[in-house]
């Protein structure tokens, strides 16, 4: 149902491109390489879905309640397996120096060096794309045997999945992410248009 409301925003969105992809999977931007780490263990992987939307006007969403950064991540983590949102450089700026982080404007139109911000400053979307990932956790159903209560004996007992199941269920994913993306981008745009007309 995601998916099909999603074909429908986009269509809203338009000419707005979202287009999500696999960005790594068990840790490796190589997803067959993360996938064989699977099979050898005979386990699961997660992965991460990067998704970039290109044509966002500058001016949509809010300093606070409703940020393009919350209205995002309060659709995205209602995708089921979906343990970790972040956008721009994400983690990785709590480890720069705002020197660093800062994305400095290179003209009069706004356009920036770079893209630390993923596109969003103080919740509004300046102009830039807007990047962000979203962390993918591994099935819990593996091929390898794992503890569990037994609740008609009362007690712990091994639980083995036997049959056919996902190794990596972040593959599935990008097309989810893309959908649901362009569902709350779709109602920003709404509620930019009904403030500012």
Do not use: Y
């Amino acid at each position: 149902m995601l998916v099909a409301a999603g074909v429908v925003a986009k269509k809203i969105l338009s000419p707005l491109c979202v287009d999500a992809r696999i960005a790594s999977v068990g840790g490796e931007t190589d997803p067959e390489i993360g996938l064989q780490k699977a099979i050898d263990r005979k386990d699961s992987v997660g992965g991460i879905v990067e998704c970039v939307v290109r044509g966002v006007p500058i001016g949509w969403g809010e300093p606070f309640f409703d940020s393009v950064e919350s209205v995002l991540a309060h659709a995205l983590f209602a995708i089921p397996a979906v343990k970790g949102v972040e956008f721009g450089a994400g983690f990785a700026a709590a480890q720069m120096f705002g020197s660093q982080h800062n994305d400095p404007i290179v003209n009069l139109q706004g356009t920036t060096l770079s893209n630390h911000a993923g596109g969003i400053v103080g919740g509004i979307s300046n102009g830039n794309d807007l990047v962000f990932r979203v962390a993918v956790k591994p099935t819990s159903s593996t091929p390898q045997d794992q503890q569990t209560i037994n609740l008609s004996t009362q007690t712990i007992d091994t639980l083995r999945i036997r049959g056919r199941h996902d190794l990596c269920i972040a593959l599935r994913a990008p097309v989810v992410v893309e959908a649901v993306a362009a569902i709350a981008l779709a109602d920003l745009m709404a509620l930019h248009r009904a403030l500012w007309q």
